[in-house]
């Protein structure tokens, strides 16, 4: 196990690439601030040097909320995004056998995790739970792209689906363990929109395991 100044890369720091990002992004976002012993602690458990570009969002940040707080890219925690990657993947599944890392989620109930070679044989690479489909699907890029897409990439188009009019304004009271669950379920109904569903604020966690279950039952013949 490294230690935390094996950790701290200040020769080549990956927050400076985080920062170039952050400076050409077309999306609104909030860096959320950090608390130092907190920001120390989650590094350690991670185990992933500040320079690469995880360890760096991990270590500078409280974590990120991108296009009005739609999407949250977990840091080591704060006050409007308490979760962390090493923690929350902890909390809501067995780490050993779920084999990824939760990085980051979204108002509509999806989630993103860093395979870890439990959801594929691309092992490092960016998968997303949509809750319109019930199912992990690859996203064909790592960490570092992922986060630049989120910040840059045309958010309105993948999100299109599962967004209503008004949004923005919704969203923004949300905090950052809360998302919307729909009803009819996003992954029934093809032909409603979001904007015909019944929205309900509920915790994330609770999210998560309800998908979960549900993507178990689903996938049953």
């Given amino acids: 196990m ?6 701290l ?21 909030e860096v959320l601030p950090k608390e130092k012993a907190r920001a120390e602690q989650v590094l350690l458990q991670l185990q992933v040097t500040t320079r690469s570009p995880l360890g760096a969002l991990v270590y500078e940040t409280g974590g990120l909320l991108i296009d009005d707080g739609w999407l949250r890219i977990l840091g080591s925690g704060s006050a409007r995004l308490m979760r ?6 902890q909390e809501v599944t067995d780490a050993a056998s779920f084999g990824a890392l939760l990085i980051a989620d979204d108002a509509s109930g999806g989630f993103f995790a860093l395979n870890g070679g439990g959801l594929g044989e ?9 809750p319109d489909a019930l199912a992990w699907e690859g996203l064909e890029v790592g960490y570092s792209a992922f986060v630049e897409w989120a910040l840059c990439g045309d958010l309105a188009l993948f999100y299109q689906t599962v967004r209503w009019p008004g949004w ?19 992954w029934t109904e093809p032909k409603l929109s979001a904007a015909e569903r019944k929205r309900t604020v509920t915790p994330v966690d609770e999210q ?8 178990g039952d689903h996938s049953r013949p």
């Fill in 2 to 7: 490294k230690t935390l100044t094996e950790l």
């Fill in 9 to 29: 890369d200040l020769h080549d720091p990956g927050w400076a690439v985080v920062q170039s990002w952050l400076n050409d992004s077309s999306n609104p976002y």
């Fill in 84 to 89: 962390d990657p090493v923690s929350w993947t």
């Fill in 122 to 130: 691309d092992i490092g690479n960016v998968y997303y739970f949509a």
């Fill in 168 to 186: 923005q304004e919704e969203v923004r009271a949300l905090s950052g363990e809360q998302v919307y669950a729909f009803f009819p379920f996003l």
């Fill in 208 to 215: 998560w395991r309800l998908a979960q279950q549900l993507a």
